[in-house]
């Protein structure tokens, strides 16, 4: 079918139902960002390298390539679609992030002083091997899912932007073909300097519909006399995401976080600590800030479509649809190559993390010890294109957006107990961390609906009418209720095995916090994971708690102020948003 340009309606200027000049800028951002991804293939100089870059980026570059690695165009579809459903409290749907980010202000340096490539190796130095093994499998997991839901969204997207004039595999497959080929060749440093280009264009994604879509149903004002229920201009609405169900999964979120593959690299390719604590906050905050866009747009498209009945998971694409072409071509070219900048620049990201996972922690130390450098390297150019093809049978294994991101919500806490009690608990063990993982992630499963090895189960028909009402939605398990569940029986059954069973040896466990603790010095020379360079003397020990099983160190005055001026940015943001959702 053809769109209605208006005056630019002319017989011959279209190909499937989208006008030359959107071709034209859709192509061009194409050619363009593929050879700017190739380009960066001379940075590539060791496996290291093409897994973590050089660890060089300044601080711009860092929060462009967290905002980017962040950011995608699923997240944006999610929104939009839950705030369709539910009103603007499907805000919360992103922003369960919110209250975390002023703690990365405080994470980011931790990891850095790793000096690992990996968050594996966070694992294998704490614990062991085999508990390292269980993380990258558990890793490649999150992120073959998280790949899966950003290709699934990409369709979606493509579907209703040209109101499946595009097919939605084809588009998918072209996507995939390009952000493999820059991350085959750059690996990250390909990625981060692509995110430079692509992050300019997310940000015009999740701008470009505002100035269009409000003005539709009169603004602000205009939605609060259009829709009915008035529960949905509410931020925090009286039904499903309440107050409650918002500090869950903010908790939730927090655990999952820290044992995200990717954030060993978003908070370890910067020159110091600083510019992975700057990167990361500053980064993330931009997203916050998008996602106000995504949800006024979900809204727009609830006063637009009232009364139709459409698929919430095509509204963000509808409202671009039925908006751009008719103001002039090239918009929703420019719409569609900033959405494939958004899916690219964040996938690429997490092919060369999950490649990074198998190579450097199952490949290297189990099945091929031994070889060269530049071995590896070309075995992580293999597998994380292996992982692009899982991730694209994962995108069709979801029922919904929605139903993906719950599912990625779930699994990511899933060791977020094994690194907290690690990190700050001397009496965790490679056995406390084993069991807790596995019960976590049993108990996730058996208190969710699921289909396994074609077997199906579903806990709510067998056990939702016998638990009390306070911990249902709709007459099946409030999911905060089933983050709560998993979440407990992962750390009480972690702190009993530990109690019970003999401690790591002091000797390990004081070379592992002594790196912890040792800031980055300029200009340090790259080490194995979790050793200090020739040279440098530890840091003292200094902590909050005199206590030798704790490991809980006092803040500095820069993770202080930081921290606090995170909070003032999370409470400024909140308090706008509610202004802007006034009647």
């Not at 601080?59 to 705030?83: R, S």
Request: hydrophobic residues 50%.
């Amino acid at each position: 079918m053809a769109f209605a340009y208006g005056p630019f309606d002319r017989k011959g200027k279209y190909m499937l139902g989208v006008h030359w000049v959107d071709w034209l800028i859709i192509a061009v951002y194409l050619v363009g960002i593929t050879g700017v991804g190739v380009l960066a293939i001379k940075k590539v100089r060791s496996a290291t390298s093409y897994f973590i870059g050089d660890r060089k980026f300044g601080k711009f570059m860092m929060m462009m390539f967290t905002f980017c690695a962040g950011t995608h165009t699923d997240q944006a579809a999610i929104v939009a679609a839950k705030t369709y459903r539910v009103g603007a409290s499907g805000i919360w749907y992103e922003w369960l992030w919110l209250f975390c980010t002023p703690f990365f202000w405080i994470f980011a340096p931790v990891f850095r002083r790793m000096r690992a490539v990996t968050t594996a190796d966070f694992f294998n130095t704490r614990y062991n091997r085999g508990v390292s093994v269980l993380y990258a499998i558990m890793g490649m997991l999150q992120l073959t899912t998280y790949i899966g839901l950003l290709l699934k969204t990409s369709g979606a997207m493509i579907t209703a932007v040209t109101a499946g004039a595009i097919n939605a595999d084809k588009a998918i497959l072209a996507t995939v073909v390009v952000f493999v080929i820059y991350g085959f060749a750059g690996g990250l440093s390909a990625a981060i300097f692509t995110n430079l280009v692509q992050g300019i264009m997310t940000l015009i994604l999740s701008f470009m519909l505002l100035p269009f879509a409000l003005p539709k149903v009169g603004g602000i004002a205009g939605l609060w006399n259009l829709l009915p229920d008035k529960n949905m201009l509410k931020v925090i609405a009286p039904t499903e995401i309440t107050a409650f169900y918002i500090a869950v999964i903010s908790i939730n979120g927090l655990i999952g976080w820290v044992t995200q593959p990717n954030a060993m690299a978003m908070t370890s390719a910067g020159k110091t600590e600083m510019e992975g604590r700057v990167g990361v906050m500053c980064g993330i905050m931009f997203k916050r800030i998008c996602t106000i866009a995504w949800t006024i747009v979900g809204l727009c498209g609830a006063g637009m479509y009232l009364g139709k009945t459409i698929d919430g998971d095509q509204i963000y694409g509808l409202v671009a649809h039925d908006l751009l072409p008719n103001i002039a071509p090239g918009f929703l070219g420019l719409f569609i190559a900033s959405m494939l900048a958004a899916v690219m620049s964040c996938c690429g990201s997490l092919m060369i993390t999950s490649s990074a996972l198998f190579t450097k922690n199952l490949y290297k130390p189990l099945l091929a010890p031994g070889h060269t450098d530049r071995h590896y390297m070309w075995v992580g150019r293999v597998v994380a294109a292996l992982v692009v093809f899982v991730g694209v049978c994962f995108a069709y294994g979801f029922e919904s957006l929605i139903h993906g991101l719950e599912v990625a919500w779930r699994i990511q806490p899933t060791m977020g107990i094994a690194f907290f009690m690690g990190l700050l608990w001397r009496r965790a063990n490679p056995k406390a961390a084993w069991t807790a993982t596995l019960l976590t992630f049993t108990t996730m499963l058996f208190t969710s609906d699921l289909t396994m090895f074609g077997v199906p189960w579903n806990f709510n028909a067998h056990f939702a009418d016998k638990l009390p009402a306070f911990m249902l939605f709709n007459g099946k398990l409030y999911l905060p209720w089933q983050m709560i569940a998993y979440l407990a029986v992962g750390f009480v059954s972690f702190i009993i095995v530990a109690l019970l069973t003999s401690p790591t040896a002091k000797e390990k466990l004081d070379k592992f916090y002594e790196c912890i603790r040792t800031p980055i010095t300029p200009n340090e020379p790259e080490a194995e994971p979790f050793t200090l360079p020739p040279g440098l003397t530890p840091a003292p020990r200094d902590v909050l708690i005199k206590h030798p099983d704790w490991e809980i160190p006092k803040p500095s005055k820069v993770s202080i102020v930081g921290f606090l001026v995170g909070w003032v940015a999370v409470g400024i943001l909140i308090w706008s948003f509610f202004w802007i959702m006034k009647p």
